[in-house]
């Protein structure tokens, strides 16, 4: 879909986008006339007070620019209790530790019934590196929550620094890391970089990619087995391993669980996709302008779960399963939720929620293009993953 056919923002939105424009315009001259893609995508998403992710747009839900699966609805977050609740009682004084937590619908959600289940983490921690997002979190979790059950709730500033036991957990938030371009150009790996034409417009640009993005790449290669084709262009996360090691090392008993959309790495670089997996979403439109209006629209790639794979286990963790959203919710309640959905006399309300499940589950719709990967220290996730397996595929 062409940019210009997007619906136009409000004079102050507008103002806002030019500003964060004219912010990575300074950063492009301040490098000497060029930032790597992955830089241009973190100061887009997270420039402090001006980034799509933290300045104030609205972001979730109908009126925003995209829906997530918790803000569908609570069957989500109440089928994440169920595949964790095991981890959750095992483990002395857990810590449920939810990376990225969007509008707090998930937080909101998970807490409800895992209060109702009598499972409730020791403690509810949130890193959020948003501070509007963070704002909105804490002030939606103490209208919604009991007192003693808000209590238990924690907002951290980086990765827990200390040894610690319970689940970790994030949906779409690898999606959101800012990602890698590269491109193959006779032979060799070259990067997109994001320069500024001679009118001062942003320009991508290929540059020589440094030592670890060609190692990356050609790691790529040896185990597709073949070398990627000429033009071929895509994406991908060097810094993966470095992250997952920063935010579940020290996880010594208990789980990691991340949702989000994906493929496993030979269909993530499959021959026709040559321009690699990036989508903006602006009020409900996915299109592939990274450059249309700043600091207004979310920008994402598509995760390589055989890349998250081999973070998680050099990262010291078992590999528990991997299974579409649909095959993971029906694995952990989903059938329970259908059966109170179906009981729900108002009919409004019961229509809502069934078309939630629909949502959630449809090949078509969030249920295929959706995945679950799972990893455990020390405990037992499997169960979690007993339908749908699609392991192999990795
Ligand atoms: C697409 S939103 C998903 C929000 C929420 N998990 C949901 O499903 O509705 C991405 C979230 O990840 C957060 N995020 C981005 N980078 C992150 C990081 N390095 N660590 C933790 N959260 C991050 C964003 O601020 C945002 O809250």
Known sequence: MSAFRLPE????????????????????????????FARFMELALYAPGLGYYSAGALKFGEAGDFITSPELGSVFAECVVEATSPVLREVSA???????????????????HADRLGVLPQCYAILEPSADLRQRQQARLRAALPPAVFARCRWLDGPPSEEWSGVLFANEVLDALPTTRFVIHEGEVFEEFVSLDAEGNFLRVDQPAD??????????????????????????????????????????HGAMLFVDYGYPRREFY??????????????????????FLP??????????????????VHAG???????????FLI????PARIAEA?????????????????????????????????????????????????????
């Not at 923002?9 to 315009?25: G, N, T, V, Y």
């Not at 449920?96 to 409800?112: D, Q, T, V």
């Not at 499959?270 to 602006?282: A, F, I, K, M, S």
């Not at 309300?349 to 990893?375: C, D, S, V, W």
Request: negative net charge; contains cysteine.
């Open 9 to 36: 923002p409000s004079a102050d939105a507008r103002q806002h986008s030019a500003r964060l424009e004219e912010f990575i315009k300074q950063a492009i001259r301040h490098e000497r006339g060029a930032i790597s």
């Open 94 to 112: 857990p810590m449920f530790l939810e990376l990225g937590g969007g509008s707090g619908a998930f937080a909101e959600a998970f807490l409800a």
């Open 211 to 252: 030592a670890l993005v060609r190692g990356a790449v050609r790691n790529v290669e040896r185990r597709l087995g073949a070398p990627l084709p000429e033009g071929y262009r895509s994406e991908l996360l060097p810094q993966l391993p470095y992250w997952i090691q920063a935010v579940g090392g020290l996880l010594k």
């Open 270 to 291: 499959l021959p026709e996709r040559n321009d690699g997996t990036l989508v903006c979403h602006y009020r409900h439109r996915a299109h592939g302008d990274p450059f």
């Open 295 to 312: 600091g207004l629209q979310d920008i994402t790639a598509f995760v390589d779960f055989t890349a998250v794979v081999e973070a998680g």
């Open 317 to 327: 963790f078992d590999f528990a399963g991997y299974c579409s959203q649909s095959s």
């Open 331 to 334: 694995a952990n309640g989903l």
């Open 342 to 394: 179906e009981a729900i006399v108002d009919e409004r309300e019961r229509h809502q929620r069934l078309n939630e499940i629909r949502k959630l589950t449809l090949p078509g719709e969030m249920g295929e293009r959706f995945q679950a990967m799972g990893f455990s220290r020390d405990v037992d996730l499997s169960a979690a993953f007993a339908f749908g397996d699609l392991s192999r595929r990795l």
